[in-house]
């Protein structure tokens, strides 16, 4: 068995008490083959045995416990048969690489033309396809972040500071020029007007209140 630990390293087995099975994979991409089902002799006879042990009982019952211990004797010996026949089967539809050993699968991962698996002899349309696809994907990483997509937002005026757009001098709400360079103010709010007579609240527009009169 030594001679195809390489191959059957990369499989599941799928056995059980009725017959043997396996799914051998490319050690590349993983592709799968299942190999055909063996149905073990021994292990349908404990079956029936058993079966006939849990009607009848008695003889029966104790005929299957000894076909079990049988088959726990001789399971070994018919799972390593079963194995290596899979094993013959499945190298049929894989190739190993010369190079590394690997195992895979010809339809995917196979450079018929170099003899060699892809991993060893990548397939120079592949690769160049793969290398523009990274690089492009790259370019655009770079792009995107030498692009300025939040310059027209003020994240120092949300808050309750403001400052200067000229000379970053910190400003008032209500100051409408800055007091060191004389920039405007664009975020300036408008002082609360109101009657000097009846205190009535007028807008900063209004000459006269409303509500009295009087001129301001």
């Given at each position: 068995?030594?001679?195809m630990?390489?191959?059957?390293?990369?499989?599941?087995?799928?056995s059980?008490?009725?017959?043997?099975?396996f799914?051998f994979?490319c050690?590349?991409?993983?592709?799968?083959h299942?190999?055909?089902?063996q149905?073990?002799?021994m292990g349908m006879?404990?079956s029936l045995?058993?079966?006939?042990?849990?009607?009848?009982?008695?003889?029966f019952h104790?005929a299957?416990n000894?076909?079990y211990q049988?088959?726990?004797a001789?399971g070994?010996?018919?799972?390593?048969e079963?194995?290596?026949k899979?094993?013959l089967?499945?190298?049929?539809?894989?190739?190993q690489c010369?190079?590394c050993g690997?195992?895979?699968?010809p339809?995917?991962?196979?450079?018929?033309a170099?003899?060699l698996?892809?991993?060893?002899?990548p397939?120079?349309h592949?690769?160049?396809?793969a290398?523009?696809a990274?690089?492009?994907r790259?370019?655009?990483y770079?792009?995107?972040?030498?692009?300025?997509y939040?310059?027209?937002?003020?994240?120092?005026?949300?808050?309750?500071?403001?400052?200067?757009?000229s000379?970053?001098?910190?400003?008032a709400?209500?100051?409408?020029?800055?007091p060191?360079?004389g920039?405007p103010?664009?975020?300036?709010?408008?002082?609360e007007k109101?009657?000097t007579?009846?205190g009535?609240?007028?807008?900063?527009?209004q000459k006269?209140?409303?509500a009295?009169?009087k001129q301001?």
């Amino acid at each position: 068995m030594s001679n195809m630990i390489q191959f059957v390293a990369n499989h599941d087995d799928l056995s059980t008490d009725k017959g043997f099975q396996f799914k051998f994979y490319c050690d590349k991409c993983r592709n799968g083959h299942m190999s055909r089902f063996q149905t073990n002799a021994m292990g349908m006879a404990t079956s029936l045995l058993n079966a006939a042990g849990s009607l009848f009982g008695g003889m029966f019952h104790e005929a299957g416990n000894a076909a079990y211990q049988m088959q726990r004797a001789v399971g070994g010996k018919a799972h390593d048969e079963a194995l290596e026949k899979a094993v013959l089967e499945g190298k049929q539809f894989f190739k190993q690489c010369n190079r590394c050993g690997h195992w895979v699968c010809p339809d995917v991962c196979w450079n018929h033309a170099a003899g060699l698996c892809e991993d060893c002899a990548p397939d120079e349309h592949e690769e160049l396809a793969a290398q523009q696809a990274l690089a492009a994907r790259e370019q655009i990483y770079t792009k995107t972040r030498e692009q300025d997509y939040v310059k027209e937002l003020d994240f120092i005026n949300r808050g309750t500071i403001i400052q200067c757009r000229s000379c970053q001098t910190k400003l008032a709400p209500d100051q409408k020029f800055c007091p060191s360079c004389g920039t405007p103010n664009a975020t300036a709010q408008p002082r609360e007007k109101f009657c000097t007579g009846c205190g009535t609240a007028m807008q900063p527009e209004q000459k006269f209140c409303a509500a009295c009169g009087k001129q301001h």
